[in-house]
């Protein structure tokens, strides 16, 4: 017994050390395995188009296709996005003197702010920065230089997610089928299902993600453009990527917006989009999101705040993004666990005789 005892403890202890030292190497991996997570992610999003083209070409065209047509997204964007806010920030440079002016003279017509300008000197300092705002443009480009190192490692990060995509796409159905036929067959029966119907929820929810942003960025552009605010496209393509992190995107993306909406025609079209944004929330998260929750991933809300809370906390905005996804596998891969036991749980088996119990003559 004691010698029992003493090999139960150290192999507990052993268990101890080797859960411990994996969860120390999931530490150490954790950013290669943050990227083949979106790897896996992204390849699920694209096998729908890509099986798709597959059916009238080869699938290395098929491929390459999807590919092209992912890598124009962001030129696209920045065609939007860049000549405006180019045009934009010079404006702001050639006007700030002008508008440091402005602030002087509303000042000086009012009692109680020349009293505060007069101890604390405000316009005074205000010209002076106001003057400085080219130079400090100009200056700004030590700052780009030293984000440099950051967006090459990013840039680096995206090749190396789609690389590992599109091994994924051209030969991961090779793969799972490999992994499966070592199983004995019930087995990879099983979790075969569990795969087809994750990939199925994925698929389904990820479209209806991009369906929802997309709606929430039209709407937004028509409602900012009849409101004339400036930047109306570039704050759609903002509200439309904001939209795809569940729970809080559209709430940031409709602040930074109203932030916006300050500088044009205040308070009058702050008010009408802060108005315009609670009513659109309110009917995303009761009707549209509800609906594609409920036909992609059939997960409960509580669930579903709660992973996005861990993914976000283990992998800032890409994990808020793929953790409903993941939730939903686990979901699924739960329900089917629970579904194989009971079907493999003997109920209505015969009772088979004990050693020492004579059997029956048959005939007797």
């Known amino acids: 017994m004691a010698d029992l005892s003493i090999r139960q403890i150290v192999r507990l202890v052993m268990i101890i050390v080797c859960v411990a030292l994996a969860l120390y190497l999931v530490y150490l991996l954790r950013r290669p395995i943050g ?19 597959s059916r009238r070409m080869k699938r290395g065209f098929a491929i390459a296709l999807v590919y092209f047509g992912l890598l124009l997204v962001p030129f696209l964007l920045a065609a939007v996005i860049v000549p405006p806010l180019v045009t934009e920030v010079s404006k702001l440079a050639d006007n ?21 300008n007069k101890d604390y ?5 205000l010209q002076d920065q106001a003057g400085q705002i080219p130079e400090k443009l100009g200056d700004a480009a030590t700052t780009v230089r030293d984000v440099g190192i950051g967006l090459v490692n990013s840039i680096f990060a995206v090749v190396t997610i789609l690389i590992l995509t599109a091994f994924m796409l051209g030969s991961g159905r090779r793969w799972v089928d490999a992994g499966l036929h070592q199983l004995p067959e019930d087995r990879a029966i099983s979790i075969r299902r569990v795969l087809d119907r994750s990939s199925k929820a994925i698929a389904s929810y990820v479209a209806g993600a991009i369906f929802q942003a997309a709606m ?30 569940p729970l809080v995107g559209a709430t940031i993306g409709a602040v930074l917006v109203g932030v916006v909406t300050l500088f044009d025609d205040f308070p009058t079209v702050t008010i009408i989009w ?38 976000a906390q283990l992998l800032g905005v890409l994990g808020a993004i793929v953790a409903v996804p993941v939730a939903a596998t ?12 009971r079907l493999l ?8 005789a004990t050693a020492g119990t004579p059997p029956t003559a048959s005939g007797a």
Do not use: C, M
Not at 96 to 116: G, H, I, M
Not at 121 to 125: L, P, R
Not at 330 to 341: F, G, L, M, N, T
């Open 35 to 53: 990227w083949l997570l979106a790897a896996l992610f992204l390849t699920i999003a694209l096998s729908g188009p890509v099986n798709v083209l």
């Open 96 to 116: 700030a003197p002008r508008y440091a002016s402005d602030v002087t003279d509303f000042v000086e017509k009012n009692k109680r702010l020349q009293k505060l």
């Open 121 to 125: 000197d405000i316009t005074g300092k």
């Open 216 to 245: 929430a960025g039209v709407l937004s552009f028509l409602v900012l453009k009849l409101l004339g605010v400036n930047f109306a496209a570039p704050l759609a393509v903002l509200i439309f990527f904001l939209d795809l992190i």
């Open 274 to 311: 802060i108005v315009w944004s609670i009513v659109y929330q309110q009917l995303e998260n009761n009707l549209v999101q509800p609906q594609i929750q409920k036909r992609a991933v059939n997960v409960h809300p509580f669930v579903i705040i709660v992973a996005v809370l861990f993914g």
């Open 330 to 341: 686990i979901h699924i891969a739960v329900r089917e666990y629970s579904v194989v036991k």
């Open 345 to 352: 749980t003997p109920e209505d088996q015969p009772t088979i």
